[in-house]
């Protein structure tokens, strides 16, 4: 059974790793084995967290690069497979998020969205499949959301970008799966990082933020959820335990998307 989630000899590519559910995701990884490298869009949150895994006593490799850039990322994994290997697990991690509404948005930050949303994990994917193929298998892990599957105020962007990197989750599972590739897609809920950080400050009158409220009434496990929880679901999703999922989402939401 160890064997089936052991990432011995793997090397994993999580990009936008440095702290977060990517550092999370990466860490969860290197205990089952993995070789781990990350990338950063800055240099010094990659030096943080090279640092950060060191303390977790993960020798982890660090890149800068903007994973919008199709230069910079091919340069990138060209690199990676010199200096460490072929990449066996991607993690398409990196992303961010507007908190607009949608008639006040301009088209500049809608696209800038789906940049890093979208068009960065289609990216990085081209650009570690060919040796995947070459090498007879991979796994590639897209971190959707649950606005992958809804809408709400204030994401217009955010739910448009996930909501395609759902349907190209499957689309490279449909498209490579006869490479032995797997594609699925993680769907957190709502985890407590500093991406949702504003939406858990607390009041001038010390109350709870009105959507901190909302997340604990509407979330059965009554909890935001903790960059660890993305762990065991992402070995999952890189091991060989998952050989026969392709082109789905796991949600990892403590339930909310059962019950809203
Ligand atoms: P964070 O903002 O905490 O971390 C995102 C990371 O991506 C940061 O290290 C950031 O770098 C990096 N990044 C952003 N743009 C680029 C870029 N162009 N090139 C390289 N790296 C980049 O986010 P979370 O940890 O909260 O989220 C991680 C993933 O999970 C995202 O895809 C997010 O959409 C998704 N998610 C998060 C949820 C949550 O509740 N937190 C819920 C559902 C999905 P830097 O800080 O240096 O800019």
């Known amino acids: 059974m160890e064997k089936l989630f052991s990432l011995e000899g793997k090397i994993a590519l999580v990009t936008g790793a440095s702290y977060g559910i990517g550092f999370a995701i990466a860490s969860g990884l290197a205990k089952a084995g993995a070789t781990i490298v990350f990338n950063d869009i800055k240099e010094d949150f990659v030096n943080k967290g090279v640092a950060a895994y060191k303390e977790a006593g993960i020798d982890a490799k660090g890149y800068v690069c903007d994973v919008t ?21 991607l993690v398409n991690n990196a992303g961010i998020i507007k908190r607009i509404p949608m008639c006040e948005m301009s088209a500049a930050e809608f696209r800038q969205v789906i940049d890093v949303d979208l068009n960065a994990p289609f990216i990085c994917a081209k650009a570690v499949i060919p040796s995947m ?12 959301s649950m606005m992958s599957e809804l809408g709400r105020e204030t994401v217009s962007a955010y739910a448009a970008a996930k909501g395609g990197l759902k349907m190209l989750t499957k689309n490279i599972a449909s498209e490579y799966g006869g490479h ?7 769907g957190p809920g709502y985890i407590a990082t500093p991406q949702t950080a504003p939406l858990r400050e607390r009041q001038p009158d010390g109350s709870r933020h009105p959507f901190d409220s909302f997340i604990i009434a509407k979330t059965p496990a009554a909890r935001w959820g903790e960059p660890d929880d993305l762990t065991g679901p992402a070995v999952f999703l890189a091991s060989d335990a998952s050989n026969f999922v392709n ?10 998307l059962a019950y809203i």
């Open 133 to 144: 193929i070459k090498k007879g298998h991979g796994k590639i892990i897209n971190i959707c």
């Open 69 to 89: 850039d199709e230069n910079a990322v091919n340069a990138m994994v060209a690199q990676i497979e010199k200096e460490v290997g072929i990449i066996d697990i």
């Open 180 to 186: 032995n590739i797997q594609c699925n897609g993680i």
């Open 247 to 256: 082109g789905h989402i796991l949600y990892v939401d403590g339930g909310i």
